[in-house]
């Protein structure tokens, strides 16, 4: 951060007093040194989340809520129904409302933009949440998981499952779908990117096709909006595997990579309306490559309800769970070290948003399967960090989404 230096003892004392001011209020800030802030103890702290309808946001409110009041602050929470126009102006009223600090999960990275520059306009703290608020200088802080390891991870299953290391696919191709998020949420091209750095090699090998023609050996990491689910959407990610599953026919289906476990919902319902003779009871794997009736790998993220439930019953290989406590504690921990006169320092590269370099956070996700092994995890971690109860644990292997 730059201080200003008052060089000219000859100006007035009023005058001197004004720069005094602005310069110490400039002390506190991140990225951005253009507004001023005295965010202390005792102050509103704005949060806006993107919706309810995910189960992952509903815990991410409440765990700011419950951190930041402990730590001494107020809190406003707002959800903004996946509406852009709605978060903007969620912003605005928290603002209004007297918060002193805003963290925001934006539903559009670019959108929000103004909202969280009138924000800092007024002194606000900005700190993005989990995602990236993009080509604006008025975001201070952000705090995400490493993004690249979603993507990997995923892949990472798929290869294993389809022995690519071995003899999978070297007589025969596999046929693969691929996804990739939101083409409105930043986070979603480093999610493929850490998949397809590993996946693509298997395509120029010729051990993978897909069969939609959509993703081919010449795919780049900047061609992901072409398999792109707007808005994380169920049932826009149904509409598309429909489309893929024409081109597949009645030919066997190795691996879906999924970046999220609503969409991979999707994807199985598509399956199971064009190819009932698919199920779960018959698991793909190397000994039954060219088995047309084997259920693919379906990769997925979030740890939600569906998945715990799918993946007990093998309709879907694994989730990326991100245990959003973390997210909580390290947002708490930076308004706390502001609060207290300090600048929070991160040990992580920072990361660019098309107009400044933001200081980020990077938290690790873990993988959840059914029968763990090495560093991953089972399923019933969710329960052991809090993320769900023992209950509803019970609940969700209770039944299968997808039978």
Known sequence: MNYKKLANTALITI???????????????????????????????????????DQ?????????????????FKT?????????????NDINNLVSAGAKAIVVASVDGTAVGP??????????????????VMNTKAVNYYVTFNLERTGILEANTIIDKLDLKGNGGKTTPLNIALFAGSDDDNNA?????????????????????????LVTKDTTDADWKKISVHAWDQTQAQKQMDAFMTKLGDKPLAAVLSPYDAISLGIMKSIKNARPDMTPSIPFSASNQQNKSAWPVITGQDGMDIAISNITYGAQGQTVFKNVALLADQTTSILTQI???KKPKSTDASMNNGKTEVPTWLLKSDELVKNPTGE????????????????????DIAAPIIK
Request: glycine content about 8%; proline content about 4%.
């Open 115 to 132: 909202a969280v520059e009138q924000a800092e306009s007024q002194g606000d703290v900005v700190i993005a949440y989990d995602r990236l």
């Open 76 to 88: 406003k929470l707002e959800y903004a129904n996946n509406s852009p126009s709605q978060q903007s």
């Open 376 to 395: 991953q995890k089972g399923l019933h971690y969710e329960v052991e960090v809090g993320f769900i109860s023992e209950a509803q644990y019970q609940k």
């Open 15 to 53: 005058t001197s007093v004004a720069v005094l001011a602005a310069c110490s209020s400039t002390t506190n800030r991140g990225s951005s040194a253009a507004t001023s802030t005295s965010l202390k103890k005792g102050d509103l702290v704005g949060i806006s989340m993107p919706t309810k309808a």
């Open 339 to 341: 609060a207290d006169g």
């Open 56 to 72: 992952r946001w509903n815990v991410d409110g409440a765990n700011l809520v419950k951190d930041l009041k402990k730590a001494g």
């Open 189 to 213: 091209p480093y999610f493929f990117k850490g998949a397809w750095d590993l996946l693509k090699p298997y395509f120029q090998s010729g051990q993978l096709v897909d069969p939609s023609g």
